[in-house]
């Protein structure tokens, strides 16, 4: 099993939809999560940086983190065509020295 | 990303020469990561280096490969006698300290060997 799953889609939406992006894990030491956004040919960008469970709203991007269910989600409201990108969970736990990705989700966003 | 620079961007090999790949981490990060990424697959750990330092090459392959990050100057990642599955895009990301504070990435070096 892997450290980290996550749907590669491809997902595609209309332009201002609420888009839901999601992984699972399964080690629950596992802390900290982050959700990258990854351009084709770019490298990830930092989107969202949590700790623990709860939510983490930035503008049009709400992280989500659920330990007991040890899922975590990403929600998009009023997605744009600048938002068509592969995104990245990735988490860490404090005892270990990786940070362990999700494969990526694929997401267009259609105008 | 651009405080993480990577070159170069992109980097074509023949099978059995050897490539260099160097990482200038962001201004007062001093831990730098190494991952592969290819096409429909995540980003895989390679190395994680301190200055001078290893701290875990779990993820590097046991032949061929080596990591540094002097005192001064980019961490190199040098892939020896490379093969036609080495190509793939390599990603150098850095931070701060260790852990509680995420990693920035640089736009990567993509290796095609011929």
């Known amino acids: 099993q892997k450290e980290v799953e996550q749907d590669p889609g491809p997902l595609s939406v209309p332009e201002g939809a609420i888009v839901s992006l999601n992984c699972t894990y399964s080690?629950?030491?596992?802390?900290?999560f982050m959700w990258y956004r990854q351009y084709s040919r770019k490298g990830p960008e930092l989107l969202m940086y949590?700790?623990?469970?709860g939510n983490k709203e930035d503008g049009r991007f709400t992280a989500q983190v659920d330990k007991s269910s040890k899922y975590i989600s990403l929600f998009i409201r009023d997605s744009q065509p600048s938002d068509s990108a592969t995104y990245l969970c990735?988490?860490?736990?404090?005892?270990?020295?990786?940070?362990?990705f999700g494969t990526g989700t694929s997401l267009t966003v259609i105008p | 990303n651009a405080g993480v620079m990577q070159n170069p961007r992109h980097l074509v090999r023949r099978r059995g020469q050897e490539a260099r790949l160097r990482c200038s981490p962001m201004?007062?990060?001093?831990?730098v990561y190494w991952y592969r990424q290819l096409p429909e697959e995540g980003l895989k750990f390679m190395v994680y280096?301190?200055?001078?330092?290893?701290?875990?090459e779990s993820g590097m392959p046991k032949e061929r490969f080596s990591a540094e990050f002097p005192k001064e100057g980019p961490s190199i990642l040098r892939i020896q006698q490379v093969v036609r599955g080495d190509s793939a895009a390599y990603f150098c990301?850095?931070?701060?300290?260790?852990?509680?504070?995420?990693?920035?990435f640089g736009d990567g070096t993509r290796l095609s060997i011929l």
């Open positions: 990301a850095s931070s701060p300290w260790q852990g509680d504070q995420p990693q920035h």
């Open positions: 201004k007062g990060h001093s831990h």
């Open positions: 280096l301190q200055k001078e330092n290893i701290i875990d």
């Open positions: 949590t700790y623990s469970s």
């Open positions: 080690n629950s030491a596992f802390q900290y």
């Open positions: 990735a988490m860490w736990e404090r005892s270990g020295n990786q940070f362990y």
